[in-house]
């Protein structure tokens, strides 16, 4: 125990007096020169280490792994540094938007898995092997420093393996815990720190484009819809549902190579105009941190062309195909497979083309086939982590075959607003989450039919002096009208309809009479005869 307390002193103190002569030289001399035998003194008290280590075993036994000492003269060599490490981190997030996966230099994190305690550190490290000058280092050495800023992480986690406290950082913790920080808790940070990577991704949104000269069928935009699930108005019973099946498709890479089974699943939301379903894709998106790739049907050649899209879309992606029905006569039954040769040879042969229809065709040649073959084939395995949203506003027209489970495995009724939807509308638009004017609404709500979209527009305010319940009552201005018009229009059905069941009713009559006057004719008739 003393010769260690006596070992700790004589460190501390050549610590020190290194520090003092260096902070003396630095005064002096140029700040390129001092970076340069910082960075070799840096290097040289990380090769020096493990023999200290096995020098002196008390060193790394009882203790900590972690070395104060060796802390001390780190942090000290790499602090000149740090401040222009710093403004290059900054300018390389400013410039490409993209993360640094790092701590700051230097910078101590403590941490708890499992009731284990350890700490994490990090330290700036320069490019020192590069040819001696007094000039500032060139872009390219930018470059590799912020490149090693971002890989902090896994280079930790490498460093780990060797569980020697090297360069560029290390992680501190009781040699009892060992096991549990090799065996599980680099795992834990890998998928955590990918998991973090995954939500700070820029997301896309995707469109294919008619043009064949195009290299990729696919160009995009960033995808930057606001749309959550918070800010979608549904009942909150239902829309838990959704967010947890979603999570649980997430989670269930294992689950499905175990069912044998492609990693993709097929979500069909219907529902009358204005409902939320482009809303709801939206929020599938950024909730699951998704690229969103939206197909346009109608601009599809044929199934084969269907096939590349199909294979150039990547994983963790939503693939949609709105309003489904406007798209494409699908509602039909499926070709025979002659059927659908011809057709392929159709569009490859011109004179076959001209020959049957005379023109030649702009419309899509994709079959219900085609399709069902693209949400539901073979070549929809070839990716995966994939979802297929399809919208319609009419269910009932669809071909059994493309809404049936496996296909479209959540069937998702998007419907007029309800009273829990509206509430939701009043907290986004007003910032209300109750007023003595919910009442009439929810009363509103449950006698007449109004679709989140129109509740929306009318929670909004129109004008800069329109205040919150100005809004609530023009939102029941609007539903009382809406009611009103209901009740009109059921009236007018009604009398129709009486009309039309009189109508008969009257021509039975008419016929009846006709009949009896000519059995009275010929009656009289007889009668007379008689
Ligand atoms: N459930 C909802 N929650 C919040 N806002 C909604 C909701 N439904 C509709 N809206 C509002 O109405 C707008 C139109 O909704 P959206 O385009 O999602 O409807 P849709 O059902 O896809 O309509 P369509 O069938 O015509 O494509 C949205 O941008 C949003 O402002």
């Not at 560029?168 to 973090?196: D, T």
């Not at 700070?200 to 959550?228: G, I």
């Not at 998106?285 to 969103?292: G, R």
């Not at 929670?459 to 009611?483: N, Q, S, T, Y």
């Amino acid at each position: 125990m003393t010769t260690s307390f006596d070992m700790w002193s004589h460190l501390w103190s050549v610590a020190a007096g290194l520090m003092f002569a260096w902070a003396l030289f630095k005064q002096y001399f140029p700040p390129q020169l001092c970076m340069h035998i910082e960075g070799y003194a840096h290097k040289a008290v990380g090769h020096v280490y493990p023999y200290i280590q096995i020098m002196f075993p008390e060193f790394s036994g009882e203790r900590l792994e972690r070395c104060e000492a060796y802390f001390a003269i780190q942090n000290y060599l790499s602090a000149s540094a740090s401040a222009r490490a710093k403004q290059l981190k900054a300018e390389s997030v400013k410039d490409s938007q993209s993360l640094v996966l790092s701590m700051d230099e230097n910078e101590e994190v403590a941490h708890e898995f499992e009731g284990v305690k350890l700490w994490w550190s990090s330290r700036l490290v320069v490019s020192w092997n590069s040819t001696f000058s007094l000039q500032p280092p060139p872009e390219g050495k930018r470059d590799l420093k912020i490149r090693f800023l971002r890989s902090t992480f896994s280079d930790l986690t490498s460093q780990m393996n060797r569980s020697l406290p090297s360069p560029p950082g290390f992680i501190g913790f009781h040699r009892n815990h060992r096991e549990l920080i090799i065996g599980s808790y680099i795992k834990h940070v890998l998928e955590k720190g990918k998991a973090v990577a995954a939500d700070n991704r820029q997301r896309k949104l995707f469109t294919n484009n008619s043009s064949s000269n195009w290299a990729s069928k696919w160009s995009h935009v960033s995808f930057e819809h606001p749309a959550t699930f918070d800010t979608l108005a549904m009942e909150p019973r239902k829309k838990g549902e959704i967010m947890n099946d979603l999570l649980k498709f997430r989670q269930a890479k294992q689950y499905y190579a175990r069912i044998g089974k492609a990693w993709k699943r097929g979500y069909l939301l219907y529902g009358p105009p204005g409902t939320g379903k482009s809303m709801m894709i939206a929020a599938m998106a950024n909730f699951l941190n998704y690229d969103v790739y939206d197909l346009e049907l109608t601009t599809v050649k044929d199934n084969t062309e269907l096939k590349k899209l199909l294979i150039e879309t990547s994983a963790k992606s939503i693939i949609v195909i709105e309003d489904i029905d406007c798209s494409l006569d699908l509602t039909g039954q499926r070709k025979t497979k002659k059927q659908e040769n011809d057709d392929e040879e159709e569009q490859v042969d011109p004179v076959k083309r001209m020959a049957k229809g005379g023109e030649e065709s702009k419309d899509s040649k994709v079959t219900l086939s085609g399709l069902l073959n693209f949400i539901d084939g073979l070549w929809s395995a070839c990716g995966s982590e994939r979802i297929i949203v399809v919208t319609t506003n009419f269910k009932e027209r669809l071909d059994p075959a493309l809404i049936r489970r496996g296909r479209m495995d959540k069937h998702i009724e998007m419907s007029y607003c309800c009273f829990e939807s509206f509430k939701v509308l009043a907290r986004n638009y007003l910032g209300v989450e109750s007023h003595p004017l919910f009442v009439t609404v929810r009363r509103l709500l449950e006698e007449t039919k109004m679709t989140p979209a129109d509740v929306a527009e009318n929670l909004m305010p129109k004008a800069e002096d329109e205040d919150k319940e100005a809004c609530l009552e023009g939102l029941i201005e609007a539903l009382e009208k809406v009611k009103e018009d209901a009740r009109k229009k059921l009236e007018e059905e009604e009398e129709k309809a009486a009309a039309g069941e009189a109508e008969p009713e009257a021509a039975a009559a008419r016929a009846m009479t006709e009949n009896e006057g000519q059995q009275d004719l010929s009656e009289v008739k007889e009668n007379g005869i008689r």
